[in-house]
């Protein structure tokens, strides 16, 4: 799942513990079947196909599993991928913006699963535009603060064009626009800093804080959301703080 919030890294630990890496994986080979479909199977002349691939290889999906997905998107093989990217908006408990992610080859099926998912677990589907106009297109990288300084990032980030940095729990994030998300990374990379994701999100420009009961609530609806196979990434502008996560655990 994308995004860096509290809940977002919470849920990556859940996902992992809960043995959900083939759903992961399926995700990763999705992302490289459409980037050699609209670009070709050449790494060094697609770079949204190497990406993808090195996302793809940092997440061990297998060798032989990343080959084929680049044949096959790039129609070498036979086969017909064909992908619709769609977007579906949603309000969540208090209050909160949703925003649903999908890579389908069946709209009528995503757009009912999603529907189903969003009504059952306690949100309702939004009209278009009422809640994407909260949030931003962002490139995002998320790395641990270590013994790092905010400006110590700055230095390393700004002349590749980031914008900000930002503090969560025991993290930093440094957001730029998606163009610039590279260069911020090679920029990490030439100061030898370390990071854990690079990632092109939507990013709420306000968030919304949870209470424990809206925070369970929230929770059951992304978990349901990400175990539809349409779906790639769940966005949001909730917040749930570190005393109502507590709280939560101790469930």
């Not at 995700?27 to 002349?45: C, F, T």
């Not at 090195?54 to 997440?59: I, L």
């Not at 093989?77 to 208090?94: C, F, L, M, N, W």
Request: aromatic share 4%; with cysteine.
């Amino acid at each position: 799942m994308s995004g860096h919030s509290k809940w977002a890294t919470t849920k990556h630990k859940k996902a992992v513990i809960d043995g959900r890496r083939a759903k992961a994986f399926a995700k990763l080979i999705k992302n490289i079947e459409v980037a050699a479909r609209a670009g070709g199977a050449d790494l060094q002349g697609n770079p949204a196909l190497e990406v993808a691939v090195a996302k793809a290889k940092k997440t061990s999906v297998p060798n032989d599993n990343i080959d084929r997905a680049v044949k096959r998107g790039a129609g070498l093989t036979g086969e017909s991928v064909d992908y619709q990217e769609i977007i579906y908006e949603a309000r969540g408990p208090q209050g909160s913006a949703v925003l649903i992610e999908c890579l389908t080859d069946n709209k009528n099926r995503a757009a009912s699963e999603v529907r189903l998912a969003v009504t059952r677990n306690g949100g309702t589907i939004a009209d278009p535009g009422s809640v994407s106009y909260l949030f931003a297109r962002k490139g995002v990288v998320g790395l641990p603060k270590r013994e790092l300084t905010e400006d110590d990032l700055l230095m390393a980030v700004l002349d590749a064009g980031a914008e900000e940095v930002k503090e969560s729990g025991e993290s930093f994030e440094v957001h730029s626009e998606p163009q610039d998300l590279r260069a911020v990374v090679a920029g990490l990379d030439d100061a030898g800093i370390e990071y854990e994701t690079d990632e092109v999100e939507f990013v709420p420009s306000m968030q919304v804080d949870l209470d424990a009961d809206a925070a369970r609530k929230f929770l059951r609806l992304v978990d349901a959301l990400e175990d539809l196979d349409d779906v790639q990434n769940v966005y949001s502008n909730a917040d749930i703080s570190a005393e109502v996560m507590a709280e939560l655990e101790e469930d």
